[in-house]
């Protein structure tokens, strides 16, 4: 059993989309969900949750949530033993964000609005698993700051889909995974 194509089963793309947009929820791209953002390519999100591991229980941090439909797969991998914090920074995204995921009925998620200038939601840290579905252009030390010992975060840097691994001795190891495109990471002052 392949706990991301459950996840995937339970949680399907259509309810992330606008209205619009709904037609095209099987197509294996990214789709525009407003703000100049996407809501992000099913083969991509699945190569990202399977790098995460996310395990049931497990703390995690969503950045970038946008329409709420990766929080919504990390709470579904999670339970509710677990929680996860989506961070948004569009005010719009963040409204339709919490419509969708409050659609699935998983108390355990949320969605917050991105504190501009600040990365990540460091009042709930440490997290056992951190994604970030934008492109960072080097590897954000604040998003390395708020991940457990042990922890792992997925990042796309530069383009290169990058796995940060912290030990139980807080040591941490960089790899990365394939080449990706992705809106770039942003932080208002």
């Known amino acids: 059993m392949d706990p991301v194509l459950d ?27 407003g703000q100049g953002q996407t809501n992000s390519q099913p083969r991509t999100v699945a190569d990202m ?18 329409s709420g439909w990766s929080t919504a797969l990390l709470a579904h991998l999670t339970g509710p033993e677990g929680s996860v914090v989506g ?3 569009e005010p719009s995204l963040v409204r339709f964000g919490r419509r969708n995921l409050a659609a699935t009925d998983q108390p355990w998620a949320r969605i917050e609005r ?61 790899s990365g995974h394939g080449w990706y495109r992705f809106v770039p990471l942003r932080r208002r002052p």
């Open 49 to 66: 949750l399977r790098l995460l591991e996310v395990a049931p229980g497990d703390a995690v941090l969503d950045v970038g949530s946008g």
């Open 87 to 89: 961070v948004e920074l």
């Open 114 to 174: 991105a504190t501009p200038g600040v990365l990540g939601w460091p009042e709930d840290a440490a997290y056992d698993r951190i994604l970030v579905s934008a492109e960072a252009e080097e590897l954000p030390p604040e998003l390395v700051d708020q991940l457990a010992a042990p922890g792992r975060m997925v990042i796309p840097v530069a383009g290169l889909m990058t796995l940060v691994e912290r030990s139980a001795t807080g040591e941490v190891r960089v």
């Open 7 to 33: 996840a995937f089963a339970a949680v399907p793309r259509e309810g992330f989309l606008p209205r619009e947009m709904r037609g095209n929820a099987a197509f294996d791209q990214p789709l525009p969900i």
